[in-house]
């Protein structure tokens, strides 16, 4: 990564500008075209040094006010397997893998659902123990109550 492509990253990891051309934008404030911004950014995801460019709605603004955490002991042998399932449901917004902390947090699997209500929630939470059928032995759901902090990874200039 050369020092363009950090200041594009520092340009805009807030979002793009709200403009009709933002590319045209971004390439006049860091002196290139618009263009070199589109390859940029396209050979930064296509090496994964950055994710994706998309739109991120604001899920409290649009109604999504019940946000579960669900965590899921599941069999060691098959977590992978299933967590790639479970992580390609339609409704689950991030899914990971993480390490049991024995005797007081058995679960290794967690996945994150959003919904206009806590029955709702709930609902998703009962198709992913299906998904899981008899490799699950346990599993919760930690609800949020406050937002203390909403934000990916910032590079600082």
Avoid at 64 to 74: C, E, F, L, P
């Amino acid at each position: 990564m050369d020092d363009l492509d950090r200041a594009l990253i520092l340009a805009t990891q807030q979002g793009l500008p709200l403009v009709p051309k933002p590319y045209d934008l971004l390439g006049e404030q860091l002196g290139v075209s618009g263009a070199e911004i589109r390859q940029r950014l396209s050979a930064m995801l296509q090496q994964g040094e950055i994710r994706r460019i998309g739109a991120v709605p604001n899920h409290y603004a649009i109604g999504y006010t019940a946000n579960g955490m669900s965590v899921w002991d599941v069999d060691d042998a098959c977590v992978d397997q299933l967590g790639e399932i479970i992580g390609g449901l339609s409704f689950v917004t991030h899914c990971y893998r993480r390490p049991r902390h024995l005797p007081d947090w058995p679960y290794n699997l967690f996945a994150m659902v959003h919904g206009s209500s806590r029955e709702e929630v709930m609902a998703q939470v009962d198709i992913i123990r299906e998904q899981l059928g008899t490799a699950c032995r346990a599993s919760d759901v930690l609800f949020s109550t406050q937002i203390l902090k909403k934000t990916g990874l910032r590079l600082v200039a």
